[in-house]
């Protein structure tokens, strides 16, 4: 199977900001520029989170979907805000490929195989936001990791397939921004729980450090930092991992 390298985005709309540990984001700029910029540096898939959403109990990034569909000839992932079967049905009319759902999902697990079995389960996609609790778990967090969830990923994981997630899309909270180094541990409990596509998120650093999570069982990283500020270009990344032994479309 290809190894994915997937551009996330985090939208404050109608701007691409980024935070560390999910706060205290800060503007980056343009969205469906750096969308397309990503697009042509060979990225796998696009995701856009609309981080304030579940805040405000909504989801405005439509227009900019619909934008990047015309641009952009890969995947587009959205999150934020999806709550029912209207909210992923504009989203997916406007361009989206696959709808990320966390806090509804938790509040309302049965959205999942709702999404599914009108969607596909190709197009749905469980977010878990964890937050190291001690003793080997992870908490499960909500509305872009400001609240506690009360459930831990031992217990949320699990049930992923169960509910009819297609993917997992699993972020560290407290290496998302960090650029110290993905959470293995994390996602080598999950890859545990379950044998859904894993993507994860949080952290990276190194064309090296991707390549661990790759031999761990990921599917895939989203990464953010490293792309934002030009660390690296995805045809730089893609080439390393290449040269690493792991198989990437190039």
């Given at each position: 199977?290809?190894?994915?390298?997937?551009?996330?985005?985090?939208?404050?709309?109608?701007?691409?900001?980024?935070?560390?540990?999910?706060e205290g984001?800060?503007?980056?700029?343009?969205?469906?520029?750096?969308?397309?910029?990503?697009?042509?540096?060979?990225?796998?898939?696009?995701?856009?989170?609309?981080?304030?959403?579940?805040?405000?109990?909504?989801?405005?990034?439509?227009?900019?979907?619909?934008?990047?569909?015309?641009?952009?000839?890969?995947?587009?992932?959205?999150?934020?805000?999806?709550?029912?079967?209207?909210?992923?049905?504009?989203?997916?009319?406007?361009?989206?490929?696959?709808?990320?759902?966390?806090?509804?999902?938790?509040?309302?697990?049965?959205?999942?195989?709702?999404?599914?079995?009108?969607?596909?389960?190709?197009?749905?996609?469980?977010?878990?936001?964890?937050?190291?609790?001690?003793?080997?778990?992870?908490?499960?967090?909500?509305?872009?990791?400001?609240?506690?969830?009360?459930?831990?990923?031992?217990?949320?994981?699990?049930?992923?397939?169960?509910?009819?997630?297609?993917?997992?899309?699993?972020?560290?909270?407290?290496?998302?921004?960090?650029?110290?180094?993905?959470?293995?541990?994390?996602?080598?409990?999950?890859?545990?729980?379950?044998?859904?596509?894993?993507?994860?998120?949080?952290?990276?650093?190194?064309?090296?450090?991707?390549?661990?999570?790759?031999?761990a069982g990921?599917?895939?990283?989203?990464?953010?930092?490293?792309?934002?500020?030009?660390?690296?270009?995805?045809?730089?990344?893609?080439?390393?991992?290449?040269?690493?032994?792991?198989?990437?479309?190039?």
């Amino acid at each position: 199977m290809t190894f994915r390298i997937i551009s996330r985005l985090d939208i404050k709309p109608p701007n691409l900001v980024k935070g560390v540990h999910l706060e205290g984001f800060r503007k980056v700029g343009d969205p469906a520029f750096f969308a397309r910029k990503y697009y042509e540096q060979g990225a796998d898939e696009i995701s856009y989170q609309d981080i304030v959403a579940s805040l405000y109990d909504r989801n405005s990034i439509q227009s900019l979907v619909s934008i990047t569909a015309e641009d952009v000839f890969i995947p587009v992932t959205v999150g934020g805000g999806i709550r029912n079967i209207e909210d992923a049905t504009l989203l997916i009319r406007s361009g989206a490929d696959k709808v990320c759902l966390n806090t509804a999902a938790v509040k309302n697990p049965d959205v999942i195989s709702h999404l599914a079995s009108v969607f596909g389960t190709q197009a749905v996609v469980l977010g878990i936001e964890a937050k190291h609790s001690g003793g080997g778990d992870y908490s499960v967090m909500t509305d872009c990791g400001r609240e506690k969830s009360g459930l831990s990923v031992k217990d949320w994981a699990g049930l992923a397939s169960e509910l009819g997630a297609g993917e997992i899309f699993l972020t560290s909270i407290d290496r998302e921004g960090t650029r110290s180094g993905l959470d293995l541990e994390l996602l080598k409990l999950v890859r545990s729980l379950s044998e859904l596509p894993i993507v994860l998120h949080g952290g990276s650093k190194t064309a090296e450090d991707i390549s661990l999570a790759a031999k761990a069982g990921a599917d895939g990283v989203a990464i953010a930092s490293l792309l934002h500020f030009q660390i690296n270009t995805i045809t730089e990344l893609k080439e390393s991992l290449s040269n690493l032994g792991i198989k990437v479309r190039i």
